[in-house]
């Protein structure tokens, strides 16, 4: 599956060392393009592999582009209703249980383009075949 979103990747400095409620905006947003792009999954999988590609006009170093996706692969993982309360625990697609490289393998990418238009993200999900994880 694959799939092109036409926002431009922030850098993790918008939103690093800034009230929790900036970054908290920021994931709502992603999440409701991510619904619209890749809808809820049905059950999380194992032995995924994301290739998360940012096209922007100035790159980041590996640490930050991996930082800067922050917001997408929490998107992604797995939503939970806490029992205890009413309101909710994580909220996600349900795409992965956990961004840990025990459930998925995640990798950054960065291709630089000349104009503002062409600033998006591609995100590419390979499912293995075979079942086991990669």
Known sequence: MEVRIYKPL?????????????????R???????????????KPK?????????????????DNLAMAFKPVV???????RLPSKKRLGKNGLGWIYDDSPNHVILV????????KGE????????ENKNGKKY
Not at 29 to 42: D, I, N, Q
Not at 46 to 62: A, C, E, F, H, P
Not at 74 to 80: A, F, N, T, V
Not at 119 to 126: A, D, G, V
């Open 10 to 26: 922030q850098s993790p400095y918008v939103w690093r060392n800034k009230h929790w409620s900036v970054y908290k905006k920021i």
């Open 108 to 115: 950054f990418k960065q291709v630089k383009v000349q104009k």
């Open 74 to 80: 929490d998107c992604l993982k797995e939503y939970i």
């Open 46 to 62: 194992d032995g995924l592999k994301i290739t998360l590609v940012s096209y922007r006009r100035r790159l980041l170093d590996q």
């Open 28 to 42: 709502d947003a992603w999440y409701v393009m991510l619904l619209a792009a890749l809808g809820h999954a049905k």
């Open 119 to 126: 600033e998006s993200i591609k995100i590419i999900i390979k």
